[in-house]
């Protein structure tokens, strides 16, 4: 049996921060009510320099010290984001010329916030079919460029930055499971107002997101919690034996909602939120580099990524370190 297991991790924050004081100077808007409905208390906000393959550059080479290779060893490259670069070529293609890998594959996925899921599990498919050996998994995000400042219902919510690991293939067990999901019909919750296909034939650059808050909240609590049972279910691992959950940092009470309802204790659980916000496909990549940085996640102990997002789309995965 073939797995995939992560063998570095890294991550890139902008140096400009963004402090929910801040906020109340560009908007109609509080500390204590952003802390209190989100957990959220500053996020980072990319300069001029920041662009998505950038900060991706700066994420991946962070892993790839970590994992102890060199980029010709990668045999493919995944980023994940919603707000890519150029329409077209991929940002992987953009970070592959930076890396200087040899011409291995590259591409991009868009499954919003569950993009890394989803791009670790498209990984994992390759090296478990033997078709490649390594894999460098990139989500970068750089959300504020659809940050209207304006909307207060919106604006408070998100930040940048970017998170990467290294798959590898081994004969221990890393990724155990993974399940992934997405439901279309329900596209308009959350989405940004890109019109490329305008009557004008005129490219809109994406300027706003539009999200019906409430509903969106109930629904990813449901998705949340029902998706770790789900991956859950297929292995011979319960929910107490799981060590770590690294769920997507849309909102602390959102998890806080999750935990409760799968009667996971809370030190268990790690969040960045805080001084993050929402970076979408990033978050967990993120929230996964600084437990690993900081010795929390150890190895042999089972962790479970969460995550769900616009499309709507989302995914669980059960990873041995
Ligand atoms: C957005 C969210 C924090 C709002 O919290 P909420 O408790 O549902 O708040 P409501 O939408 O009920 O709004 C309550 C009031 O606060 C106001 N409000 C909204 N944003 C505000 C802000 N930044 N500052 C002050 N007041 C605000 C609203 O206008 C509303 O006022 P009203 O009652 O006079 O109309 C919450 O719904 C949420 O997190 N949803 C999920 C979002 C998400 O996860 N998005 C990304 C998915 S990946």
């Known amino acids: 049996m073939i797995y995939s297991k992560i063998i570095g991790t890294g991550s890139y924050l902008p140096e400009k921060v963004l402090t929910n ?15 209190t409905r989100t957990g959220i208390h500053s996020r980072h906000v990319a300069s001029a320099k920041d662009l998505p393959v950038y900060m991706a550059e700066q994420a991946a080479s962070k892993a790839l010290k970590a994992a ?15 707000a890519p670069e150029k329409f077209f070529p991929s940002t992987a293609c953009l970070l592959q010329s930076r890396l ?6 590259a591409f991009d996925v868009n499954a ?59 004969k221990e067990p890393g990724i155990i499971a993974s399940k992934l999901h997405a439901n279309g019909k329900l596209h308009d919750i959350i989405y940004s107002d890109t ?9 809109i650059k994406p300027a706003r997101i539009h999200m019906k808050g409430r509903e969106l909240y109930k629904l990813a609590i449901k998705a949340m919690s029902s998706i770790v049972k789900e991956v859950l279910a297929d292995t011979n691992i319960k ?29 268990k659980v790690i969040i960045t939120i805080g001084d993050q916000a929402n970076t979408s496909s990033a978050s967990i990549p ?18 479970v990524l969460d995550a769900f997002g616009a499309g709507l789309a989302w995914g669980g995965m059960l990873i041995k370190f």
């Open 100 to 105: 200087q890998t040899n011409s291995c594959m």
């Open 239 to 267: 929910i107490s034996d799981v060590d770590w959950l690294i769920p997507h940092q849309a909102n602390q009470r959102m998890i806080e909602m999750v935990i409760k309802k799968l009667h996971f204790p809370s030190e």
């Open 286 to 303: 993120l929230a996964l580099d600084y437990a690993v940085r900081n010795n929390m996640i150890k190895s042999g102990q089972h962790v």
């Open 112 to 170: 919003a916030c569950s993009g890394f899921i989803y791009g670790l599990t498209i990984a994992d498919q390759f090296i478990k079919s033997k078709m490649i050996k390594r894999a460098l998994v990139v989500s970068s995000e750089v959300m504020t460029s659809f940050v209207d400042w304006q909307d207060r219902n919106t604006c408070v919510l998100f930040g940048d930055g970017a998170g990467a690991a290294v798959v590898e293939a081994s």
């Open 195 to 203: 019109e490329l296909f305008a009557k004008e034939k005129t490219c």
């Open 21 to 35: 004081f801040d906020l109340e100077k560009m908007t109609d808007t509080t500390d204590e009510w952003i802390v």
């Open 68 to 82: 102890r290779i060199k980029p010709t060893d990668i045999d493919l490259i995944l980023v994940t984001t919603v």
